[in-house]
């Protein structure tokens, strides 16, 4: 186990360098003066001015030595100062708490109702309600959550007015509810899809005939034995999706004026404010390849045949 653990922690280095690379070129090449952005449109900066802020934030350096400039700080655990002369960590520390509660409420909706759906579909199988299940993922799937997002934003908020739609000022879980909701449909069909057929596989496994031979009940079977033997790859895509809804929120968090890290690199895109977009983006993938390394050292605890080298 400690073989592995070191081995996969050292295989996260390339791979943390290789996209912060990725991010900070792409900032880079992004058209547009951040420096004019700064000041507005329509106002021209003295030349003395402009200078200033570019020697300050090292915005006339070659492009590789800006890179090894933000590396040289995170290795500090700085991750710089942005255009309007914030610290990206304080930003980051105000707006995480609202992207943690959102991927976190979204994936306990996907998680649970997906498993759900996937078990009864499975115990149901050939009949309507495994049809309904199957067919409602497939329709689910070819809606764009966003499209979903404005839909249940006119509806639940505006017509109905049950929900907040904007904002976080009503607190969890009243702000996080629909945003949450329309998320979880991006990883809810697979979910489901994939339980069912993980626990139709193990239905028809011989240590299943042997618990129905021993007299065991179907419920029984079902809960101690057939379930924890079929969560083992639907944990693995739950983590993978938790994943991505930790550094994918960009979008809903920008419907829905949620001040999370998403909104924060939203935002720091269309005013040109690289630290700020390459800082978070380099946030959310360590957290990303954290949760994949959680997800596989969990295999082990769910399923102890699996034996991790």
């Given amino acids: 186990m400690g073989r592995y653990l070191t081995h996969r922690a050292l295989m996260m280095i390339p791979v943390l360098l290789g996209t912060t690379f990725v991010i900070y070129a792409a900032v880079y090449a992004l058209p547009g003066d951040p420096v004019q952005s700064l000041a507005g449109p329509g106002v021209v900066l003295p030349d003395s001015v402009a200078h200033a802020i570019r020697a300050h934030y090292h915005l006339d350096d070659p492009f590789l030595v800006q890179y090894g400039k933000y590396l040289l700080g995170l290795t500090h655990g700085d ?30 909706i996907e998680g649970a109702l997906g498993v759900l759906l996937g078990v009864v579909a499975a115990v149901k199988a050939g009949r309507f309600t495994d049809f309904a299940v199957l067919g409602g993922s497939t329709l689910v799937l070819g809606v764009p959550y966003f499209i979903t997002a404005y839909i249940a934003q006119i509806v639940f908020g505006v017509n109905l007015g049950w929900l907040p739609v904007s904002g976080v000022t009503d607190g969890w879980p009243l702000s996080y509810v629909v945003p949450a909701a329309c998320l979880a449909l991006f990883g809810l069909p697979e979910i489901a899809r994939l339980s069912r057929a993980s626990v139709l596989e193990n239905m028809h496994a011989d240590y299943v005939d042997t618990a129905v031979a021993k007299g065991l009940s179907r419920t029984r079977i079902l809960i101690r034995h057939v379930l924890r033997n079929s969560l083992v790859p639907v944990v693995s895509m739950l983590g993978v999706n938790l994943g991505y809804l930790l550094s994918g929120t960009i979008l809903i968090e920008g419907i829905f004026n949620l001040p999370g890290l998403g909104y924060q690199i939203f935002h720091g895109v269309q005013q040109h404010n690289g630290p700020v977009v390459v800082g978070i983006s380099t946030l959310l993938v360590l957290a990303f390849l954290l949760v994949n390394l959680a997800v596989d050292l969990l295999y082990g605890v769910l399923n102890p045949r699996i034996r991790l080298g």
């Fill in 79 to 108: 991750f710089g100062i942005d255009l309007a002369g914030n610290d990206v960590s304080t930003i980051i520390s105000a707006s995480w708490p609202v992207t943690v509660q959102l991927a976190l409420t979204t994936w306990v």
